[in-house]
């Protein structure tokens, strides 16, 4: 008698089975939510792998995180993915995968995406007491591959307790920057996409207070497409100031973002890494 062979299947850490049955509906609010094309979901992985990660999390002592520290935020990131916990590295490898990104364009419309695994301007995010991030629409262009264009943010949340009062909240703002149009608590297994356009004004901008011992705490990946237009050039991260901001911190933020512009072309000119600039920046730093 043939004895059956057992298969073992990798596992999955994205659960197709159940987004992909809400796929056309999730599209047609994507397509129309307000104020730019975006989609808030809860419980984006199965819970256990969101309690893996929230566990696993990195505490932002170690040398490893870049500091992104100067007048429009006040936040820690970790792009290397070698240095990821386990979890972590299965995780982005799901939500860099062939099966993710089609996914991905059933969601958005947007065909043709491509993943990056270095993970530019990425990776772990965390923001202690104090931290901020001003209103922005991100860089559109990869530094290191010009003819790729940004497409789309995933941001997933691993907060596994988040007061509204402590701030945080990243809020969605309208193109002329009049108002605030939504707004999604950092909360674990919740996830926020979005397009990245010229006009996708995000942030969180009011400073943390939350306890000196609690982070904000997310996963951020970037998707592109190849763009065959050699005319076609993108920006630099767009910082804008808020209707109800002081003169002197408005022009604080655009003096900011002309200084982000020149780091993002010296970037592209000479392969500078954030993580060299932070080194420097914590050199000084320590010198005050």
């Known amino acids: 008698m043939a004895t059956a062979t057992a298969t073992t299947e990798k596992p999955r850490l994205f659960p197709y089975s159940r987004w992909s049955q809400e796929l056309p509906t999730l599209s047609k609010s994507y397509g129309n939510a307000a104020p730019f094309p975006h989609i808030h979901l809860d419980n984006f992985l199965d819970a256990e792998t969101a309690s893996a990660l929230a566990d696993e999390f990195p505490a932002p002592s170690s040398d490893a995180w870049i500091q992104y520290k100067h007048f429009n935020e006040n936040k820690s990131g970790l792009t290397k993915r070698e240095m990821f916990p386990p979890t972590f590295q299965k995780v982005v490898e799901e939500l860099n995968s062939p099966d993710f990104l089609a996914w991905l364009s059933g ?9 990056d695994p270095t993970l530019e301007g990425g990776g772990l ?8 991030l001003n209103m922005h629409a991100d860089f559109t262009m990869h530094h290191h591959h010009k003819n790729w264009r940004r497409r789309l943010n995933l941001i997933l949340y691993l907060n596994p307790v988040w007061q509204a009062e402590w701030h945080g909240a990243i809020e969605l703002w309208d193109k002329d920057m009049r108002h605030c149009a939504a707004s999604v ?7 926020l996409i979005f397009s990245t356009t010229d006009h996708s004004y995000h942030g969180f901008p009011e400073k943390l207070t939350c306890p000196e011992n609690v982070s904000r705490k997310s996963l951020a990946l970037y998707y592109y497409t190849i763009e065959n237009d050699p005319n076609c050039v993108g920006h630099s991260t767009n910082y804008q100031a808020r209707p109800g901001d002081a003169k002197v911190k408005a022009t604080m933020i655009w003096l900011d973002k002309k200084a982000v512009h020149l780091y993002s072309r010296a970037k592209e000119t000479f392969g500078i890494s954030d993580d060299f600039a932070s080194k420097v920046l914590g050199f000084l730093s320590r010198k005050k």
Request: aromatic share 4%; net charge positive; charged share 5%.
């Open 107 to 115: 969601l958005t419309g947007i065909p043709g995406l491509i993943s």
């Open 125 to 132: 995010h965390q923001s202690s007491r104090g931290g901020f």
């Open 185 to 191: 608590p950092p909360l674990l297994n919740h996830a």
